[in-house]
């Protein structure tokens, strides 16, 4: 069965010090795809980042990173000097990789909080 | 692009009355609409798979005749809960798949529904 792990519920940290988000899935699928969304406290889901099984690079967009490792099943998220507006919860998210299996089964989320 | 819209954003109702939701996709089709359930501080648990035309799928415990859902065209899907009682709280969100791309997720704003 599909599942995603989030081992950390809450992280404090002060503005502009980095700060990694664990994600650990399981699947028995090896076409898949893995996910990172935003929930602000407004609610309103904010789409950060897919990745399909097949590529293993790791991935840079300004201050976030992403590392993924299949042989550790992990698809970590590192923000970098991180900003109060960073806060938010975080949550990972697996989808089969099959056509008629797209729907998304998502992690507890971490809830990240930036202090100035 | 790619906007998905919820209306109501959020709706207090009266236990045993019925509330509709609505998702549409603002500028591109959606074949698949999902429909996901979240409790305070929790996840995002799917509810539903709903494909234009057809009826839609639960996830196991869901009840189908509770949770009605009605997916009329490529741009509209709406979720009736009926008969809601104080533990049908909670914040619905919906997202919708771009047709033709499949992975392709875009998530609606969330309804938060409060019955008393």
């Known amino acids: 069965a599909q599942k995603v792990t989030q081992a950390q519920t809450e992280i404090s940290v002060v503005e502009k010090e980095d700060v990694t988000l664990d994600c650990v899935y399981e699947t028995r699928d090896t076409t898949y795809y893995l996910f990172w969304y935003k929930q602000p406290p407004s609610g309103e889901l904010v789409f950060l980042i897919r990745?399909?099984?097949?590529?293993?690079q790791n991935e840079i967009s300004g201050r976030y990173s992403w590392n993924f490792q299949k042989s550790t099943s992990s698809f970590n998220f590192t923000i970098t000097a991180s900003q109060v507006v960073d806060s938010a919860v975080y949550f990972c998210?697996?989808?089969?990789?099959?056509?008629?299996?797209?729907?998304?089964?998502f992690g507890t989320g971490t809830r990240l909080q930036v202090f100035p | 692009g790619a906007v998905v819209s919820q209306h109501p954003s959020w709706v207090i109702c009266k236990s045993g009355t019925s509330v509709k939701i609505e998702c549409r996709s603002l500028?591109?089709?959606?074949?698949?609409m999902f429909w996901y359930r979240q409790f305070p501080k929790q996840s995002l648990m799917l509810m539903a798979t709903s494909n234009e035309g057809s009826k839609a799928t639960y996830e196991q415990g869901v009840e189908k005749d509770k949770f009605l859902i009605n997916h009329a065209s490529l741009t509209l899907s709406t979720l009736t809960v009926t008969s809601a009682h104080p533990e049908d709280s909670s914040f619905y969100i919906c997202?919708?798949?771009?047709?033709?791309?499949?992975?392709?997720?875009?998530f609606g704003p969330g309804t938060r529904l409060t019955v008393t």
């Open positions: 990745r399909n099984s097949f590529d293993e």
């Open positions: 998210a697996l989808s089969e990789g099959s056509y008629n299996t797209d729907k998304l089964i």
């Open positions: 500028d591109f089709q959606a074949t698949t």
């Open positions: 997202s919708a798949e771009l047709a033709g791309a499949p992975y392709e997720q875009y």
